[in-house]
């Protein structure tokens, strides 16, 4: 049985940022991977770059780890 992401990082806003869930909880709006990282290790996840691939573990929702800004119409 598939184990769903702990973490899902939300489709970019029109400003770009991202909102961040860990366990369905709001962590905040990441505007760039150093604010996901910053988030997963306020979270208690050892975080680090290469983790940020992990589709075990996170969900990219609307686009992948190096979409921050709504594509133009």
């Known amino acids: 049985m598939a184990r769903k992401p702990r973490v899902v990082v939300h489709p970019p806003s029109p400003s770009g940022g991202r909102r961040v869930h860990v366990d369905r909880e709001t962590?905040?709006?990441?505007?760039?991977i150093g604010d996901?990282?910053?988030?997963?290790?306020?979270?208690?996840?050892?975080?680090?770059e290469a983790m940020l691939d992990d589709s075990e573990?996170?969900?990219?929702?609307?686009?992948?780890?190096?979409?921050?800004?709504?594509?133009?119409?």
Not at 27 to 32: H, K, T
């Open 36 to 48: 996901v990282v910053e988030f997963l290790r306020r979270a208690g996840l050892d975080a680090d």
């Open 57 to 73: 573990l996170i969900e990219w929702r609307g686009g992948g780890r190096g979409v921050w800004a709504e594509s133009p119409p």
């Open 27 to 32: 962590l905040g709006v990441a505007y760039n």
